[in-house]
């Protein structure tokens, strides 16, 4: 089993006291549970995956100390002779989780349970703008936000992103509830829930209580099976 203690030293080594903060903010991780990590709390597989992104090391020597820290150099020497080496160097592992699954805690960010992890082109992340440490998958249920995202449809969901801007998509916790609306910010401050769907009527939430309204994630990209 995996020493908790080897992997805070490790992490220890990549980041320095005052960088704390800001590490945990690229590793898309609660700056108290990334803490926990650096004294010696084991983190959960999910949560490395996170970590070695964020930080731009290898996850084996992350996780066991064995091989090289730096990914290409990681990745070139476990690759059969006569494969390319590239592409696989500048892979981001995603973790999809599902929404009805993440409904109970309110919370994507932190959630440890993860379907699977998918690859995704760390350089096609960040043309689009998108923190790799910070983007998970969602599996989509229901129709409400039909024809632009489908039930069965997997969104990019950029967790770092807490502000709001008009037309764009997020999800987000109200109360208990975990939603996936277009937001319109109205004249008076109030914030219109939007369900694409014209068969579900729009919620408006009032400029009083827009504060209830927690941003987990912008949706910056969606897929769908043919």
Request: negative net charge; hydrophobic residues 45%; contains cysteine.
């Amino acid at each position: 089993m995996m020493g908790a203690e080897t992997i805070a030293e490790r992490l220890k080594s990549l980041v320095p006291d005052r960088h704390k903060s800001e590490s945990a903010r690229r590793c898309g991780i609660a700056q108290k549970t990334f803490s926990s990590y650096l004294e010696g709390t084991e983190p959960t597989a999910s949560k490395l995956v996170q970590l070695a992104n964020g930080l731009g090391v290898d996850l084996v020597w992350l996780a066991t100390g064995e091989g090289s820290k730096d990914i290409a150099t990681s990745v070139a020497s476990s690759v059969p002779r006569g494969e390319p080496s590239a592409p696989m160097a500048d892979l981001t592992m995603i973790e999809r989780l599902d929404v009805e699954a993440s409904a109970g805690n309110g919370a994507l960010v932190d959630n440890e349970q993860a379907l699977d992890f998918v690859a995704f082109q760390t350089r096609w992340l960040r043309r689009k703008g998108i923190n790799p440490a910070a983007v998970r998958l969602l599996n989509i249920r229901g129709d409400s936000m039909e024809p632009t995202i489908r039930d069965g449809d997997i969104a990019l969901v950029d967790t770092s992103i807490d502000d709001i801007i008009d037309n764009a998509i997020y999800v987000l916790v109200v109360g208990n509830r975990l939603l996936i609306k277009r937001i319109h910010i109205l004249m008076s401050g109030a914030l219109r829930l939007i369900s694409d769907n014209a068969l579900y009527p729009h919620e408006d939430v009032p400029a009083s209580e827009a504060e209830f309204v927690r941003v987990s994630g912008r949706v910056v990209w969606f897929g769908r099976s043919i």
